[in-house]
C-alpha cells in the first residue's frame, strides 16, 4: 500500500503484516494516533494494563509461548521507564519483544521537553537494538529491521521510539512482508567430531534449554539423548526444556538443585550445552562449570556466534538453530553410542522430586506441591517470579512441554501475575498458575484487574511469610540474628482478589489446601489461594534456625 496515511495507521498496519495479533499497553497521549489506527483494527487484541511493568512483563511472556516478538506501546518519560523490567528481562532471557514508546515531538527534542528522554541511548545497554523514527516514511523498515532483530542469532528485546507528531504525519509509505528467522543448520563436520567425542566420553552430560528452544528441539533432542542413555539436565528457569517424564531427565540447575545433580556435571568427562548461555545462576556463580573448566571437554551449541567463546573456553563450538542441530542429531547413526547414566540420573531425580512431608509446619509446600500434581494436567502452565517461595515448585512440579514454565531467569519480582494473564490470553485452552511470594505479589498484583477484564481463567497462589524471604535467608546466614529491613506487613491477600472481582480462600494448614485446591479449580475466572506459611522454613531443605547456628 503506497496511499498516503497516518504514521499510526502505517505502524498498526506493518504490525498486521508481520503477524502482530495482541499488543499489551498502558494508553497515553503520546501515542494517541496508534490508539485511533487499533480502532480499525479487530484482529490485534489490545489489552490495556494498570502499569507499565506489568504490561511490558506481559508482552515477554507472550514472546516466551509464541517465539515471535511480544508487543507493548508505552508512553514516554515515567511509562518507558517502568517498562524497562521487561526489557531486562526479555533479554537475560533471549525472549523476542517489542517495545514501542511514544516521544516528544521532533521539535521539542534535546529541550528537556515533558518527559524527555534520550530512549536509544537508554536502552541501548538492555536491548538488543534501540531507534527512534523520525520518518513515517521509514516504518515499514524500521518494523521490518526489529522484528528480524528480535527473532535472529539469540532472540531478544528490540526498543523503538515514536515521535508524536511524526504519527501524525500523512505520507506515502511502501509496506514490507513478514519476515521469518533465518535458519542456521548445523555444520557436518562440527556433528561429525562431536560423535567422536561422544564416543571417546565416559561420563557425558547435556545441558539444554534457553535461546531459540522450541518444541521441534524439545522432540527431538530427546529422541537423540533417549536413544542413547545420555542424562539431560537443564539450565535454570529452563526446566521444560524437554519433559520430566523423559528417561533421561537428570533435572534442573540453578538454586536448590539436587546434590546427586551436581555431582553429576562435577564428574562429567564431557559437557554438550544446547542452548543455554551458561549463566551465574546455572553454573552456580561460575563456580560448578568454571570458565576454563579443566579436565572437561565442552561443546557448546548456541544460535549466536557472539555467545560463543565469550565468557567460556569451548572445545568446540557449533553456531547452529536449537531446532535444526537437535533433528540432525537425531538422525544420526549412533547405535554405536550407549550410556547407562540417563537412567541412573533419572531415578536420582525422581526421588529428589518426591515431597516427603514434615510433621514440625502446619502448612507444608512440598505436599501441596504433590497435590496439585495429582489435580491439576501435565500441561499446567505455572508463571513465578523471583522468591524462595519458587523453591518448591522448581524441585517438587513435573513441568511438561515446552512453554509450560514462564520464569525470569533475571531473578526479577513481580513476574508472576502478569506473566499468568499473559498465559491465560494466549493458551485459554491450558490451566494456568501464577505463584507469588507476599513481597513478589504486591509488585504487580493490580495486574489482577488486567485479568478480570480480560475475563481470563487463572489461579494464583500467594505464599505469605511476612518477609522478604530470599533476603532474609541471606541476611541470617550473613548477619545472624539481626534482622533488618525484611519484614513485611500484609493486607489480606484473599478479600483483595474478592475486591478485584475474583474467587478467595486463605489456607493455613497442609491438610486444608487440597480441598481448597479443588474449589478454586471449579471456578471459571479468577482463582486465589492465600498461603500462610512460617519463614521458619524458608526453603524445601533449610530452616532459619539453622542457618544462624554458628
Not at 530512549?119 to 538492555?126: H, Q, R
Not at 546427586?260 to 546455572?282: C, H, N, Q, S, Y
Not at 524462595?388 to 522448581?394: I, T
Not at 484487574?449 to 541471606?474: C, F, K, P, S
Request: net charge negative; glycine share 10%.
Amino acid at each position: 500500500m503506497t496511499s498516503n496515511r497516518t504514521g499510526g495507521r502505517i505502524l498498526v498496519d506493518q504490525l498486521v503484516a508481520q503477524g502482530c495479533d495482541r499488543i499489551f499497553c498502558v494508553p497515553g497521549e503520546s501515542y494517541l494516533a496508534v490508539l485511533d489506527a487499533l480502532h480499525d483494527s479487530p484482529g490485534i487484541d489490545l489489552v490495556v494494563c494498570r502499569q507499565e511493568g506489568g504490561a511490558a512483563y506481559m508482552a515477554e511472556a507472550d514472546g516466551k509461548l509464541t517465539g515471535k516478538p511480544g508487543v507493548c506501546f508505552v508512553t514516554r518519560g515515567p511509562g518507558a521507564t517502568n517498562a524497562t523490567v521487561g526489557v531486562h528481562t526479555a533479554m537475560q532471557d533471549s525472549t523476542p519483544m517489542i517495545l514501542f514508546i511514544g516521544d516528544v515531538a521532533r521539535e521539542a527534542k534535546d529541550r528537556e521537553g515533558f518527559q524527555e528522554v534520550d530512549f536509544p541511548a537508554m536502552f541501548a545497554p538492555l536491548a538488543k537494538w534501540a531507534a527512534k523514527i523520525d520518518d513515517a516514511r521509514r516504518i515499514p523498515e524500521y518494523v521490518a529491521r526489529a522484528y528480524a532483530v528480535a527473532m535472529s542469532g539469540r532472540p531478544g528485546p528490540v526498543v523503538l521510539a515514536l515521535p508524536e507528531d511524526m504519527l501524525i504525519d500523512e505520507v506515502e509509505a511502501i509496506d514490507r512482508p513478514s519476515v521469518a528467522r533465518p535458519v542456521q543448520p548445523p555444520c557436518c563436520e562440527a556433528l561429525g567430531t562431536l560423535v567422536q567425542l561422544l564416543k571417546d566420553a565416559a561420563a557425558p552430560l547435556a545441558i539444554v534449554g534457553g535461546a531459540d528452544w522450541d518444541d521441534r528441539a524439545a522432540h527431538y533432542f530427546a529422541q537423540f539423548a533417549e536413544g542413547i542413555g545420555l542424562p539431560v539436565a537443564t539450565a535454570f528457569r529452563r526446566q521444560d526444556a524437554i519433559l520430566s517424564g523423559s528417561p533421561v531427565y537428570a533435572g534442573n540447575l540453578g538454586y536448590g538443585p539436587n546434590p546427586r545433580l551436581i555431582e553429576r556435571v562435577k564428574a562429567a568427562d564431557l559437557l554438550l550445552v544446547v542452548g543455554p548461555r551458561l549463566g551465574e545462576a546455572t553454573t552456580d556463580g561460575y563456580t560448578l562449570i568454571t570458565p576454563d573448566h579443566p579436565d572437561q571437554i565442552l561443546v557448546h551449541v548456541h544460535p549466536d556466534p557472539n555467545e560463543l567463546q565469550s565468557v567460556y573456553r569451548t572445545d568446540l563450538p557449533i553456531c547452529a538453530d536449537m531446532p535444526e542441530f537437535a533433528e540432525t542429531m537425531a538422525d544420526w547413526e549412533h547405535d554405536i553410542l550407549s550410556f547407562k547414566d540417563g537412567a541412573e540420573a533419572h531415578a536420582e531425580w525422581l526421588e529428589w522430586n518426591t515431597p516427603k512431608p514434615r510433621e514440625d509446619v502446619a502448612l507444608d509446600l512440598g505436599p501441596c506441591v504433590g497435590v496439585m500434581r495429582e489435580a491439576m494436567p501435565a500441561d499446567t502452565i505455572i508463571c513465578n517470579g523471583a522468591g524462595n517461595y519458587s523453591g518448591w515448585w522448581h524441585r517438587y512440579w513435573r513441568y511438561g512441554k515446552r512453554g509450560t514454565q514462564l520464569a525470569p531467569t533475571n531473578g526479577s519480582m513481580g513476574y508472576g501475575i502478569p506473566a499468568g494473564v499473559a498465559a491465560a490470553l494466549r493458551r485459554p485452552e491450558q490451566r494456568v498458575v501464577a505463584l507469588a511470594g507476599d513481597g513478589c505479589f504486591l509488585m504487580n498484583g493490580q495486574e489482577l484487574a488486567t485479568a478480570v477484564a480480560q475475563g481470563a481463567r487463572l489461579l494464583v497462589i500467594v505464599v505469605d511469610n511476612g518477609n522478604y524471604g530470599t533476603i532474609r535467608m541471606h541476611q541470617e546466614r550473613e548477619y545472624p540474628g539481626r534482622v533488618s529491613g525484611t519484614r513485611l506487613a500484609n493486607p489480606d491477600f484473599a478479600a483483595l482478589a474478592r475486591a478485584y472481582g475474583g474467587w478467595a480462600e486463605t489456607v493455613d494448614r497442609t491438610e486444608d489446601f487440597a480441598p481448597a485446591l479443588a474449589r478454586a479449580l471449579e471456578q471459571p475466572g479468577l482463582a486465589l489461594l492465600h498461603l500462610r506459611t512460617d519463614i521458619e522454613q524458608i526453603t524445601p531443605a533449610a530452616t532459619l534456625s539453622g542457618m544462624n547456628r554458628r
